[in-house]
């Protein structure tokens, strides 16, 4: 019955699954908001993804030590970045069209891997939840917010920093200047091959992690096309968010607590049926591009590139 999602015991859960299921939007949303922000488009996130989870899992699975299946997913993550960096910024190709290149390689490579190198799903323990003294145990509260795993409060902390970055950095006014005016920043010295280079990395090494943050701390497992869409749900938080690291958190709060409920709904056997329920996060995305694109400013620059005047 539907009042069954009502008790005390049900709501918890599904507050704290929305508080986790949000780590890996955050980790790759942040760093799609410093690409855009700089001016590239990344449709990319979703491949990006993917090899960064292939790649914590197998080296964690191969050597039982999970921040080196972190570190791969990382390195994994910046090479992608690179990759479409290169593409990109050199090669000037529509970043559209790139970043869909870059998800299907992704999406074949660790397809391909994973049936080479690992031929069934296998499992790792993953990160254990950390305890934080004399926040956990609070009641309710503690459940909420301070029963997770090391990823996730990461992934909380880097809204902040990616915040100060932004705002309060001369990076931050690099990149923030590279997205709106490329022209003029390059007239006072700033190289915006070099800013929109460093952002991309930076996106692709995030979304590394995010995918890492699925294998390892999240599910404990690799499975094929296991990001399923959660790639280009974190390119629409972007949009959502505005361009801002608080309302990309606010916007993966949102996605995260609906996936949360659509999960909680299948546990219980509300008779709703589970293809809806499934679908509601992609719904929610929809939805929100519809309602927020033309209400909000994109930086100037996205998706234009840049040829160097002489």
């Known amino acids: 019955m539907i009042s069954e999602l009502f008790t005390a015991t049900v709501l918890i859960g599904i507050l704290a699954s929305g508080i986790r299921l949000a780590t ?25 993804m993917l090899l960064g989870a292939f790649a914590a899992f197998y080296v964690s699975l191969m050597t039982g030590n999970l921040w080196l299946g972190i570190l791969a997913a990382a390195f994994v993550g910046a090479l992608m970045g690179l990759g479409m960096a290169y593409v990109t910024v050199n090669l000037q190709a ?43 145990n609070i009641p309710v509260l503690g459940e909420i917010f301070f029963n997770h795993n090391i990823l ?24 923030r200047s590279v997205g709106e005016n490329p022209e003029a920043a390059d ?6 091959a070099g800013v ?17 943050s699925l294998s390892t701390a999240l599910l404990n497992v690799f499975q094929q096309n296991m990001t399923s869409g959660l790639g280009f749900i974190a390119v629409a938080l972007v949009y959502f968010g505005g361009w801002r690291p608080w309302g ?26 589970s293809d809806i329920a499934i679908m509601m996060p992609y719904i929610l995305t929809i939805l929100v591009l519809v309602l927020t694109v ?5 930086p100037s620059a996205l998706t234009k590139p840049f040829t160097r005047s002489e």
């Open 152 to 175: 996730v409060y990461g992934a909380y902390l880097l809204v902040p920093l990616a915040w100060f970055v932004l705002n309060k950095t001369t990076l931050g006014l690099k990149i």
């Open 24 to 48: 890996p939007y955050l980790y790759a949303a942040i760093g799609e908001t410093f690409g855009q922000r700089s001016g590239v488009l990344n449709l990319g996130v979703e491949g990006q």
């Open 94 to 136: 529509e970043q559209g069209i790139s970043g869909i290149g870059f998800y299907l390689f992704g999406l074949g490579l660790s397809d391909l891997l994973f049936q080479k190198l690992m031929g069934s799903v296998q499992t790792v323990k993953g990160f254990p939840k950390l305890v934080i003294p004399g926040l956990t």
């Open 248 to 273: 990309v958190l606010g916007g993966a709060l949102l996605f995260s607590l609906i996936n949360s409920l659509q999960l909680w709904i299948q546990v219980l056997n509300i008779p709703i049926p």
């Open 294 to 298: 033309s209400r909000v400013r994109a």
């Open 196 to 212: 929109r280079y460093f952002t991309i990395i930076l996106g692709g090494t995030l979304s590394g992690i995010a995918g890492a």
């Open 187 to 192: 007239s006072l010295g700033i190289s915006v």
